[in-house]
């Protein structure tokens, strides 16, 4: 009994350790036979098995092709059975996939984020008007806003109009109109507002019910 004990120094690589060492064993046996029939029923015996293990998974597009696919990869390769799809290859699973782009945008205004520069795109597109007139002070509203964010102490109107001719590429212009941005303490406490809404609706109540107990329905 002592001379049949294995250490796991001693064993074989698992190659998908999920499926553990009884179905590595399985495949080392089906690799072993010489017989190409008995091979091809140990090998489909094998599937039954990996399948039965993941039962949650029979519903998923493709099941019993990524089993054969997993049963080739548990071998190493080296197991030769008619599968009834494709067999994959070893360079094709060690094949690295390819980088995915993505994009990098360095503005010049961090605090602004990226939307704004959509937003001015996007009204750079629309017709001359009033709906574009009010598009163009809604985003110099939303740009002093997210100065306030990071900049809590004050804001200066030009500031923000100097900002939005620049970002539009000298497209729009807002230096030389009459009107003013919403004041910057009703953007702050707008947002106060909304963020505090749920806590400050909702106060607790600490009163007690002082009824007499005797006027109580007794059933």
């Known amino acids: 009994m002592i001379y049949d004990l294995e250490y796991n120094s001693e064993r074989s690589k698992l ?19 010489e017989d190409d029939k008995e ?8 599937i039954a098995v990996m399948g039965n293990l993941n039962p949650h998974l029979r519903d998923v597009p493709d099941f019993q092709h990524k089993l054969w696919d997993q ?3 548990i071998s190493d390769f080296k197991l030769d059975v008619d599968s009834p799809y494709p ?18 945008n360095f503005p010049k205004y961090r605090f602004y984020g990226n939307n704004i520069k959509r937003m001015i795109d996007a009204a750079l597109e629309w017709e001359d008007g009033d709906l574009k007139d009010a598009l163009v002070f809604n985003i110099a509203n939303h ?9 809590r102490d004050t804001v200066d109107d030009k500031a923000i109009f100097e900002h939005l001719y620049e970002l539009s590429d000298g497209q ?11 004041e910057a303490s009703d953007l702050i406490k707008g947002s106060n507002s909304k963020r505090y ?14 009824r007499n107990r005797s006027t109580r329905k007794r059933y």
């Open 15 to 33: 190659f998908i350790p999920e499926y553990g060492r009884h179905i590595q064993k399985m495949v080392e046996h089906a690799i072993s036979l």
């Open 71 to 73: 049963l080739f990869i």
């Open 39 to 46: 091979r091809n029923e140990v090998a489909k015996s094998i």
């Open 197 to 210: 809404s749920k806590t400050s609706t909702s106060k607790p109540t600490n009163k007690k019910n002082h």
């Open 87 to 104: 067999k994959p290859s070893r360079e094709k699973l060690q094949e690295h996939p390819s980088p995915l782009e993505y994009p990098q």
């Open 143 to 151: 740009m002093k806003k997210c100065y306030l964010n990071w900049n």
């Open 172 to 182: 729009i212009n807002l230096k030389a109109k009459e009107e003013d941005l919403t």
